[in-house]
């Protein structure tokens, strides 16, 4: 079966650094996407990796291990406007096939 | 970056009525489009794949006559919700893959919120 976890809630404080775990068993791989989700709204893609290593990209950044099945959504310099659902997504199969979501990862940024 | 427009954003109707809601790609060409549902506080679930010129396909458990989709040409895609229910209301998300995009991200339309009353 397919079987994506992460944690459900996350806090933090304005200014710091964050990271979101993601872990997946998948009947095939092609690629791990990150998107963000604010509330009633439809997601917005953050990050890709499909080789193993760290993706930079501003103050967000995503690491791949595909031997663990394992990655990691890093936000720095939290604001306040990163308070959002954090959905983990695997694709399992080549490109043209459908994405897999996790429940998503609800982080919120206090001051 | 390419755009999904889906229509309407918000909806509410009685119980036992139809709604469609549209899926269109602003940018590219989609033959295929993805249709999820998402419920408060869970993941989004794909309902089904739609295909342009063929017949979709349904993910276990979704019934293929209580969600009718049409796959009319390579930028519209539409999902009706037959014989509604206060259990389809929901958050109705379609999505699609621009073909020019290396990373096969999916690019997700607006969304649409169902009530059923």
């Known amino acids: 079966g397919q079987n994506i976890d992460q944690p459900t809630e996350m806090t933090a404080t304005e200014g710091a650094i964050v990271q979101i775990n993601c872990t997946y068993q998948t009947s095939g791989f092609n690629g791990l996407f990150w998107y963000q989700q604010h509330a009633g709204e439809a997601p917005t893609f953050l990050s890709y990796n499909v080789l193993d290593g760290l993706e930079e990209k501003g103050r967000f950044s995503s690491f791949l291990s595909r031997s663990k099945g394992y990655s990691y959504l890093l936000l720095k310099e939290l604001q306040m406007k990163d308070s959002a659902s954090y959905l983990c997504a695997v694709s399992p199969n080549q490109a043209g096939t459908a994405l897999i979501f996790g429940k998503g990862t609800t982080l919120s940024v206090s001051s | 970056g390419a755009v999904v427009s889906q229509h309407p954003s918000w909806v509410i109707c009685k119980s036992g009525t139809s709604v469609k809601i549209e899926c269109r790609s602003l940018?590219?060409?989609?033959?295929?489009m993805f249709w999820y549902r998402q419920f408060p506080k869970q993941s989004l679930m794909l309902m089904a794949t739609s295909n342009e010129g063929s017949k979709a396909t349904y993910e276990q458990g979704v019934e293929k006559d209580k969600f009718l989709i049409n796959h009319a040409s390579l930028t519209l895609s539409t999902l009706t919700v037959t014989s509604a229910h206060p259990e389809d209301s929901s958050f109705y998300i379609c999505s699609a893959r621009d073909p020019g995009q290396i990373t096969g991200e999916l690019f997700f339309g607006e969304g649409s919120r169902l009530t059923v009353l």
């Open positions: 940018d590219f060409q989609a033959t295929t």
